[in-house]
């Protein structure tokens, strides 16, 4: 419930302060004295977007203080909005985000304004009028959906998040496939072209080194035999002066080294004489290897490391392919939920539908609409994050005309009684506080009188806040404030007994002093207390 709202320079209103009443409260003036500024001090309490140049004269910034009283606690929210610079925010004296403050108090309270006549022409709109009659099977069935469209659009995220183009995905895959097999089917080894290189230059050679191993071994025959005749000599020499035994002994040495030497030049000769196509085999080979090189890499180990790059993204893409092909297969699965829940709601909210005509037209009638035709007509559209639903008011004032979408049809007064009678019929029970902004434009005489009444019976279960210039609605409440102003700025003050009296008779005859609008306001307010 809200207990206390102050209004400081907003606009014309200079500071004002109302406590509104636990059942009807009104406000009424004269037009332009600052009525619907007052709402609108409480919207931006409710987070609505603040408009700097509606700051007034009386200083450099606005400011809307409102305290809310629940069954557990109170809650104080300030909203300050300077001429210049960003809008601040207070809850319980903490300052807060402007959200925040909206969600703890923004659903303790509900506005109908003169421009919700536009919203009742808006398909997303009455949507969420039907919703609020759902029973408690319907708004399962919307929750089940709400869940449904969550994982269809958790599912297609993360489809697109392991592969937007599932056929380049699979053209990739084939590439890395045929360039793995090129690469392992060559068995490549590390360092094995340096190995191959150097046994094709010695093959390409071969005549020419096995000439020069030729003579070489030819040279070292001779040295061979020279170096055996001097080892015997200076063996000789050793025996007669042992002085010379380190001599003989180098003299040995050197003549095996000789030995093994003409042995490896013979092995080397042997060598040679290899297979005449190991030559074509180490080309082709080492062809094999550059032309791997000029795709892979600039060297071996690169080919071979792009190798294992490409072995580990191929298992990759492969084990994204099969992740794809499930997702397809989830996302079909969770389309057709989707579509099954999408059903089911639908048929909820037909019945919503029918239980929102039904007591709007009650109220319609209790407004002196009783000929009124009301209808919402649901149409099935591509599902989307709240349905697949499309819903339009069709009315008709008098049963025995056609029925047409509200958009084509309806008065100003006509608009004003179906606003106030489709509110009541879907107002939220969680709402404490119900303000209705001056949306009874366009009604007088009995209709006025019905429309006191019906907000008075209203006001018996839930706290009622209301903008109006109707006498017949001002005379049912409970708490009367009257804004009044004064030259460039306005107040406002509880107005009871004979004040009471001439603020009725003023918005009856126009002048508070009127003995025939007195003379009426006292019968209003005879007749309610009387009923």
Not at 210 to 224: C, D, F, T, V, Y
């Amino acid at each position: 419930m809200l207990a206390h709202l102050r209004v400081q320079n907003l606009g014309v209103l200079g500071d004002v302060a109302i406590d509104p009443s636990p059942g009807l409260t009104v406000v009424t003036g004269e037009t332009g004295a600052g009525k619907t500024l007052l709402v609108g001090g409480l919207r931006l309490i409710l987070g609505e977007r603040p408009d700097p140049a509606a700051v007034g004269p009386l200083g450099d910034q606005a400011q809307a203080d409102g305290l809310f009283v629940t069954e557990d606690h109170e809650i104080g929210v300030t909203r300050i909005v300077p001429r210049d610079g960003r809008s601040r925010c207070l809850l319980d004296g903490a300052t807060v985000s402007t959200g925040t403050a909206s969600e703890v108090v923004g659903q303790l309270v509900e506005i109908v304004a003169q421009h919700d006549q536009l919203s009742l022409r808006r398909p997303s709109q009455v949507l969420t009028l039907v919703d609020d009659c759902l029973d408690v099977e319907g708004e399962a069935a919307l929750e089940a959906y709400r869940t449904a469209w969550s994982s269809l659009q958790e599912l297609e995220q993360r489809r697109r998040s392991i592969g937007v183009d599932p056929l380049g995905m699979a053209r990739e895959l084939d590439l890395l496939r045929y360039q793995v097999s090129e690469i392992d089917g060559a068995g490549l080894q590390a360092g094995e072209d340096e190995a191959l290189e150097a046994e094709a230059a010695r093959l390409r050679n071969r005549e020419e080194i096995a000439e020069h191993l030729s003579e070489s071994a030819r040279l070292i025959r001779g040295l061979a035999d020279d170096g055996g005749e001097v080892v015997s000599r200076l063996r000789k020499v050793s025996s007669l002066d042992p002085e010379a035994a380190t001599v003989a002994e180098r003299a040995e040495g050197l003549a095996a080294g000789i030995v093994d030497l003409s042995s490896e030049i013979r092995d080397a000769i042997e060598g040679l004489d290899v297979d005449p196509r190991r030559q074509e085999e180490v080309e082709s080979r080492l062809t094999m290897i550059g032309d791997l090189k000029r795709k892979y890499g600039r060297t071996l180990d690169e080919v071979l490391d792009y190798g294992r790059q490409a072995t580990e993204r191929a298992e990759e893409l492969a084990s994204l392919t099969e992740d794809t092909d499930r997702f397809e297969e989830m996302v079909g699965t969770a389309r057709r939920e989707l579509a099954q829940t999408a059903q089911v709601l639908r048929q909820a909210r037909r019945d919503a539908a029918r239980r929102l005509v039904s007591g709007a037209s009650e109220h319609l009638a209790a407004l002196g609409m009783e000929s009124a035709t009301l209808d919402v007509r649901l149409d099935e559209i591509s599902p989307g994050p709240v349905g697949g639903d499309r819903a339009e008011l069709w009315f008709s004032s008098d049963s025995r005309l056609e029925a047409a979408p509200l958009s084509t049809t309806a008065s100003g007064g006509e608009l004003s009684r179906l606003v106030l009678a489709v509110r009541l019929a879907t107002r939220s029970p969680a709402s404490t506080t119900l303000v209705f902004d001056e949306v009874d434009a366009g009604v007088g005489g009995a209709t006025a009188l019905a429309l006191g009444r019906m907000l008075a019976e209203l006001a018996t279960g839930s706290q009622i806040l209301c903008v109006t210039h109707l006498a017949q609605v001002a005379a049912r409440a409970d708490a009367h404030y009257a804004i009044e102003r004064d030259g460039p700025v306005a107040g406002v003050r509880r107005v009871t007994g004979d004040s009471r009296l001439a603020e009725l008779a003023r918005m009856i005859a126009g002048s508070p002093e009127s003995g025939p609008g007195r003379r009426t306001a006292r019968e209003l307010l005879d007749a309610a207390k009387g009923e």
